[in-house]
């Protein structure tokens, strides 16, 4: 059974800087890829970043561009998005997922396992 469990979540000026954390349990695999999506009140989740089992990223959302930057800890399961010169439009619930597959995509449903979600609110 595969958990996904983000943190780090929380208020912050315009401006500020937060970290969020996923840690993944159970077993996915080691040629996955993991994910950060976002929602904002009364809009559509969409892809933030994703990254590959080979560290390669990719930054989907252009408003976070330079601001925002995916890594991960393989050794300890965990999947992190800084997020620097944060503004109030960033402000949404912020989700973490797995796609057991090599290749990235911003494609949702491709990705077999989420978080339930973090807050995330810039004023």
């Known amino acids: 059974h595969v958990q996904l469990v983000e943190s780090g979540g929380g208020s912050v000026q315009a401006g500020g800087s937060l970290r969020l954390d996923c840690l993944a349990s159970?077993?996915?695999?080691?040629?996955?890829?993991m994910a950060w999506f976002r929602q904002a009140p009364g809009k559509e989740r969409e892809a933030v970043a994703c990254?590959?089992?080979?560290?390669?990223?990719?930054v989907y959302a252009d408003s976070v561009e330079g601001r925002f930057t995916i890594s991960r800890d393989g050794d300890k399961n965990t999947v992190y998005l800084q997020m620097s010169s944060l503004k109030p439009e960033d402000t949404a619930m912020y989700y973490c997922?797995?796609?057991?597959?090599?290749?990235?995509?911003?494609?949702?449903?491709?990705?077999?396992?989420w978080g339930q979600g973090t807050q995330v609110t810039v004023s």
């Open positions: 990254l590959t089992w080979r560290d390669e990223p990719t």
């Open positions: 997922a797995v796609r057991v597959d090599m290749r990235c995509t911003r494609v949702q449903a491709l990705y077999n396992y």
């Open positions: 159970g077993s996915t695999g080691t040629r996955n890829v």
